[in-house]
């Protein structure tokens, strides 16, 4: 599936990101949003969502505005403008047929993607891998499908939480979080899928208010599904294989 480069001007500054389009009008609008010191390139193959262009999404992969290492980072306030144009640049351009809205990220991008998928009222669906967080504000304007995963060795985002200003809260905190404000009263189900795998539920997976956090028992600070080079791998940590991220937020998009 062919990727290309598009910029976009923000309030004087050109913005990149990349894009993958269907050969006709898009179905849906997926924002796929790289970690902390990683790139666009990077979230293109650590997520593998490009491909969904021939589901018949228009896949785009911006890039952050604060320079992290070898590569960016976001501004969870100074980014929401530069996602919004971003929104409305790939509906007009690619005339989107759906007006619902996917966003999705890795860690620091799962972040992001948590703030814009809060403040958003056409945000159907939230995926958030290794960095899901509480959602800002009170009320939603409408309810928002989240599906999170995180793995119990995450080293970096540590799934109990570090109590820092960035990582306050623990994951199933944050998972609560969107499940009251998604109108959910009752307990989570919960369901031992493996012995490496569990399944939380606030609702069922139909539901345009369902919250499904995926606990990837050992695993790191990874994407499940997507196999690392050794490097990555010893630096950080296992990858679950036994769910598939990228295929599980689509089912949720596509539901």
């Not at 598009?6 to 796929?32: E, K, N, Y």
């Not at 021939?54 to 992290?68: C, D, I, W, Y």
């Not at 948590?114 to 995926?127: I, K, Y």
């Not at 109990?160 to 809260?169: F, H, I, V």
Request: net charge neutral; hydrophobic share 45%; aromatic share 6%.
């Amino acid at each position: 599936m062919a990727v290309t480069t598009h910029a976009l001007d923000v309030a004087g500054t050109t913005r990149r990101m990349l894009v993958a389009a269907p050969r006709t009008a898009p179905s849906a609008v997926l924002l796929s949003l790289h970690g902390s010191r990683s790139s666009p390139e990077g979230q293109v193959r650590l997520s593998r969502m490009a491909p969904l262009a021939e589901e018949g999404a228009v896949v785009a992969f911006p890039e952050g505005s604060l320079r992290s290492g070898s590569g960016w980072e976001w501004d969870l306030d100074g980014d929401m403008a530069f996602l919004e144009a971003a929104v409305a640049y790939l509906r007009a351009t690619f005339h989107a047929t759906s007006d619902d809205l996917c966003a999705t990220g890795m860690s620091g991008g799962a972040r992001m993607a948590s703030r814009f998928a809060s403040t958003r009222a056409d945000v159907r669906v939230l995926g958030a891998v290794a960095g899901l967080r509480a959602p800002s504000g009170g009320e939603l304007a409408r309810p928002v499908r989240v599906v999170a995963f995180h793995g119990t060795s995450d080293r970096i985002n540590p799934f109990a939480g570090s109590g820092t200003a960035r990582w306050n809260e623990s994951v199933p905190e944050a998972v609560a979080a969107w499940a009251r404000a998604n109108g959910h009263t009752a307990a989570p189900a919960r369901t031992e899928v493996s012995p490496r795998l569990t399944k939380v539920s606030y609702g069922s997976d139909d539901e345009p208010g369902a919250v499904t956090l995926w606990i990837c028992a050992g695993a790191g600070h990874t994407w499940p599904g997507t196999r690392l080079p050794l490097a990555l791998r010893l630096f950080l940590g296992r990858t679950a294989f036994d769910v598939d991220a990228t295929t599980e937020i689509w089912r949720a998009a596509t539901g």
